[in-house]
């Protein structure tokens, strides 16, 4: 059974960086599918922000692309995300989720979500 | 692709049927997702494809569309139902867009 853990911090002052890190078990990262991160900032909805291909081929939200950078680690059975400049705006609770299939980009398996709060 | 859901809140009561619907601003053939979140939890999927049930999904969940507007239906609702469903379009990319959400609550 695949399992998603994100961590790292959950408090950040503005204009700092947010440094994520999604752990995957329960299977391999070397294959089809895109691991990618979600988030959801507190009662509202949810926004895709990016995701990245074993490979390392990326696709970013075009809204968040000057701010964002997905990483892998296949060795790790991690993935991560680095989001400069946050602002208040960026406080959300985080999700790293799987695509079912490399073609097919709806989300099968996700994680428990972690809040982010962008603070001075 | 902007999508849109509504209600923004749909009140049923136990045992009833609860129709949702998402509207997508361009074709996105059936390449759309339906997921359930309840409070203080990752969303969940229930349908992919316009209409297939994922693994575990009862058969009260069910999905259709037409055209452009698609339809989640949960035919008798059960407490465990009383969430937020959203849907998410998987047609074209970037972005992957979800629609705003509805809110299943108790009547």
């Known amino acids: 059974q695949v399992q998603l853990q994100e961590s790292g911090p959950g408090l950040l002052k503005p204009s700092g960086t947010l440094s994520l890190t999604c752990t995957m078990s329960?299977?391999?990262?070397?294959?089809?599918?895109?691991w990618t991160w979600i988030r959801q900032s507190p009662g509202k909805g949810l926004e895709w922000i990016g995701a990245?291909?074993?490979?390392?081929?990326?696709e970013y939200n075009p809204s968040l692309k000057s701010r964002v950078t997905l990483s892998v680690d296949k060795s790790k059975n991690e993935f991560s995300l680095k989001m400069t400049s946050v602002t208040a705006a960026d406080t959300a609770v985080y999700y790293c989720?799987?695509?079912?299939?490399?073609?097919?980009?709806?989300?099968?398996?996700w994680g428990q979500g972690t809040l982010v709060t962008v603070s001075s | 692709i902007v999508l849109i859901q509504s209600p923004a809140t749909l009140s049923v009561s136990p045992g009833e049927r609860a129709t949702l619907s998402c509207r997508a601003s361009?074709?996105?053939?059936?390449?759309l997702a339906w997921y359930q979140q309840r409070p203080g939890q990752a969303p969940r999927l229930l349908i992919y494809s316009s209409s297939t049930r994922a693994a575990g999904i009862p058969a009260r969940f069910s999905g259709s569309v037409s055209g452009t507007e698609f339809t989640l239906t949960i035919s008798s609702l059960q407490s465990e139902d009383f969430a937020v469903y959203y849907c998410?379009?998987?047609?074209?990319?970037?972005?992957?867009?979800f629609g705003g959400g509805t809110k299943v609550e108790i009547k």
């Open positions: 361009q074709s996105v053939s059936s390449n």
């Open positions: 329960g299977g391999s990262m070397n294959i089809s599918k895109w």
């Open positions: 989720a799987r695509t079912a299939m490399a073609n097919r980009r709806y989300f099968d398996y």
């Open positions: 998410q379009q998987y047609n074209t990319w970037p972005p992957l867009t």
């Open positions: 990245i291909y074993h490979t390392g081929d990326t």
